[in-house]
């Protein structure tokens, strides 16, 4: 069980560390391979790749904190958490029926735990939304094991998408000052004309990427979508 775990745990960075910070820094890495000195051909790549590795590294341990502060912003406009949202009473995202099959294993799982009612919401709604944080807690903690993997992947899909939309900001910076040095380069002929096209392309489509892709709305997509697998695992524990 610990080794699954830690699988568990090493695909979630991967995806949801690594791969934002491999986003935010494409448009740098022609430049790395191309113009640090001693670099003649592709096997000779050892300090670039030691460079990008470090960049990685760096990017990948701070992306998960900018990512979780850009998340509470979000929660903020949109009312809540999204697994809260969900399980509210006064919310029909999720029909009613459905609903009350979740707060039947809800009952099962934590009996102690009082559900708030309509009543409850439209009086705290705050308080009542503890309540329901503390389901959403309970469940991410017991579903870990290798017969979640729909939801493991959802997971990670919303990290990985909240930690690109933490980036974003240095995304766009990087990507707009490798514009005109690539550009200089070429000038210069300090670096082929085909192989500047192919950074100053990586540039304006880091650009495009972020600005029209990488959205509030692509985040909240893919929360939601989350909160809804998170939440399907109880209809398993009132099959049991």
């Known amino acids: 069980m610990e080794n699954q ?4 745990m090493d695909s979630y960075q991967l995806k949801a560390g690594l791969t934002p910070a491999i ?17 003649n051909s592709i096997t000779d790549f050892a300090f670039p790749l030691i460079i990008i590795s470090a960049l990685l590294y760096i990017l990948a341990s701070i992306c998960r904190t900018l990512g979780r502060d850009k998340e509470k912003k979000m929660f903020k406009s949109w009312g809540g958490k999204p697994t809260s949202v969900l399980l509210r009473q006064t919310n029909s995202i999720i029909d009613c029926q459905t609903k009350a099959r979740y707060y039947s294993a809800i009952q099962h ?9 309509k009543s409850d919401e439209e009086a705290d709604l705050e308080k009542c939304d503890e309540t329901y944080d503390s389901v959403s807690k309970y469940l991410r903690a017991n579903t870990r094991g290798a017969e ?24 766009i910076w990087i990507a707009a000052l490798s514009i005109p040095i690539y550009v200089t380069l ?10 500047s096209c192919f950074g100053l392309a990586l540039s304006f489509s880091e650009i495009v990427f972020q600005s029209f892709v990488v959205r509030e709305r692509m985040i909240k997509i893919h929360a939601f979508r989350y909160a809804e697998r998170l939440l399907e695992t109880l209809d398993a524990n009132n099959n049991k």
């Open 5 to 8: 775990s830690m699988v568990i």
């Open 23 to 39: 986003v935010t820094l494409l448009p740098l890495f022609p430049i790395l391979f191309y113009c640090v000195p001693g670099i």
């Open 109 to 117: 799982l934590l009996p102690d735990l009082c559900l708030p009612t």
């Open 148 to 171: 979640h993997q729909l939801l493991k992947c959802e997971n990670e899909d919303y990290g990985m998408w909240r930690n690109i939309y933490g980036l974003k900001c240095i995304s």
């Open 186 to 195: 070429m000038i210069l002929g300090l670096m082929s004309y085909p192989f």
